[in-house]
């Protein structure tokens, strides 16, 4: 069984859901991030990394040139998305935010400054 897609409940009970989360994510990145079945090599393919900042930093990985776009949430606040933007301009991603318009989550296209 690969172990990357196995979930060791007495490690979760032990450690906690977001501390073997961390542990888990930060010890199988790459399977988990960007490794892709060749079955699907034709198929235009996103990957999603979600973080809630609670002051830890995520596990750190090397991304290389796969790093497309940041979509920032919704209650980023704006001190937050300079520091990110800062860190990554060099990198020339898209960025986006977003943003809940009647009850339905949409991407804001409106922000045109992002430094």
Not at 88 to 99: D, E, V
Request: proline residues 3%; charged residues 25%; neutral net charge.
């Amino acid at each position: 069984m690969d172990q990357t897609y196995v979930v060791n409940v007495d490690a979760l009970e032990d450690f906690g859901h977001l501390d073997y989360a961390r542990a888990h994510a930060a010890k199988f990145k790459h399977r988990l991030f960007f490794e892709k079945a060749s079955d699907w090599s034709n198929e235009n393919e996103y990957r999603w990394v979600l973080f809630d900042y609670d002051g830890n930093l995520p596990p750190k990985f090397s991304f290389k040139s796969s790093l497309k776009g940041i979509v920032f949430g919704a209650d980023c606040d704006e001190i937050m998305i300079q520091k990110v933007v800062k860190a990554s301009l060099k990198l020339h991603p898209q960025y986006q935010q977003l943003r809940w318009r009647n009850c339905a989550p949409w991407f804001n296209f409106e922000r045109t400054k992002w430094v």
